[in-house]
Structures are given as C-alpha cells and as structure tokens.
C-alpha cells in the first residue's frame, strides 16, 4: 500500500502527507497514533533498511485497519522496437520515463 501508490520512487516520500493525522493528503481522516510515529520515524532516518522495516509495519497495520480497499492497479502499456533496451514500467508519476537515461538500443 505505502509502496505501492503511484507517487515518488522512495516509499516514504508521500507516506507522511498521505496517511499521518491531520496531513493535507490524508483525504480521509486517516488516524493512528502507531501509524503516524512509525512514518514519521521513517521519513526521518537515513537508514533505509529501518525506514523500510517502519514502513512495512505501518502499512501492516493501516490493512488490518482495513482503511484501504484497492479495487484495481494502474494498468501501463509499454510497446517499443526490438532493438531498443532498458525500458521497463515503473509504477510512479514517472512510469516508463523513470529510466530514459538507461535506454539504448541493441546491436542486432
């Protein structure tokens, strides 16, 4: 849920606007004190590995809250040559694009 929402690269990044009391994302009143002191201590760290630990426990509990019920995944349609490489979805704001640095194209 936390890192699967269609927003920046990094989990954490709209967590804290998006699920944490009383935040201008948080469209519907979200509110729990275990969820808010776990993102915020994610947003927080420069550890990855504990952000990411933090964020999986908060999204645990934000699903045994049940507050979200994803119906649907955003579908995204890649089509491109044969001889181009390194293109791949990505499912933030970015999609596809993400990478465009790495595309090339192949020696065939």
Do not use: C
């Amino acid at each position: 849920m936390l890192g699967a929402d269609v927003a920046a690269l990094f989990p954490f990044a709209s967590a804290v606007q998006n699920w944490v009391t009383g935040q201008q994302g948080n469209y519907g009143k979200y509110s729990n004190p275990d969820v808010d002191r776990l993102i915020n201590a994610a947003s927080s760290t420069t550890d990855e590995a504990a952000a990411n630990r933090q964020l999986n426990e908060a999204n645990r509990i934000i699903a045994e809250d049940a507050y979200v019920l994803p119906l649907y995944q955003k579908p995204t349609f890649v089509a491109i040559y044969d001889n181009v490489a390194n293109v791949r979805n990505n499912s933030s704001l970015d999609a596809p694009l993400y990478n465009v640095g790495e595309w090339g194209l192949r020696n065939n």
